[in-house]
């Protein structure tokens, strides 16, 4: 049964967000949580499929943020942030720390509500999909769990990655051998879609690698098009 967490100090306000996604998708076990303290013990102990949480909670202005790079280092798991702070301004910060939207208290309605809301379960539910394939180490002894955020792991070496680069990766190992457009990629990053931005996260990839094995080759730059993964045997390379 998919499970969500719903971080809101306002009781009333937690309880409308229950009840719609209650009543957007009958089934699903919805937690309620009030305090940072609370809710960081449920994702330490707990597995939510979507989490949603205010920046502020009681005097903790800025709780919400340490809860977004908990939820990130334990499993990455999909966060839609409400807030009352203006979202002109906590949009892009949120998405910069990989939360996957926001939406501004009083600005929305039950229906913008639901529609975001059902995007995420569903983007949840593909990313899980994905990363249970993804999770057997194939011919390149690569492991990876873009979703839950666990360490990639290269020839049996943790690579610390963050997780919007985690989701370049992936994309790349995927559809090894073949060119993965800049058009592809733009897909799989919350902000910054432009070919500058994909390229410096192709970098960190790379930096990342090649701390822990320095002939690391296996992402192609195509000119004008985007990257491609090459396989070991494709590179003429034999693995370690």
Not at 11 to 24: D, M, R, V, Y
């Amino acid at each position: 049964m998919p499970r969500v967490a719903v971080i809101e100090d306002d009781l009333p306000t937690s309880n409308q967000l229950k009840g719609w996604i209650e009543a957007a998708r009958p089934g699903l076990q919805v937690d309620q949580w009030f305090t940072r303290d609370a809710a960081e013990l449920a994702i330490a102990r707990e597995h939510y499929d979507v989490i949603t949480l205010d920046i502020e909670l009681g005097r903790e202005r800025h709780a919400g943020v340490a809860l977004i790079n908990a939820i990130n280092k334990r499993g990455g798991t999909p966060v839609l942030v409400i807030s009352a702070m203006p979202a002109t301004i906590y949009r892009s910060i949120m998405r910069a720390l990989d939360a996957w939207d926001y939406l501004q208290k009083t600005t929305f309605e039950e229906a913008d509500f639901v529609e975001t809301f059902l995007e995420i379960l569903r983007a949840s539910k593909d990313l899980r999909s994905a990363s249970d394939v993804a999770a057997t180490p194939l011919d390149d002894e690569l492991s990876l769990d873009p979703l839950r955020q666990r360490t990639p792991i290269w020839r049996g070496s943790r690579i610390n990655l963050p997780l919007t680069a985690q989701r370049i990766l992936d994309a790349l190992y995927q559809r090894r051998g073949e060119v993965v457009s800049y058009e592809d990629l733009f897909e799989v990053v919350k902000s910054g879609r432009n070919r500058d931005n994909i390229r410096k996260h192709v970098s960190t990839i790379r930096e990342a690698f090649k701390e822990i094995d320095a002939s690391f080759d296996s992402i192609e730059n195509v000119p004008m098009r985007g990257f491609r993964w090459v396989s070991i045997q494709a590179a003429g390379r034999s693995p370690r």
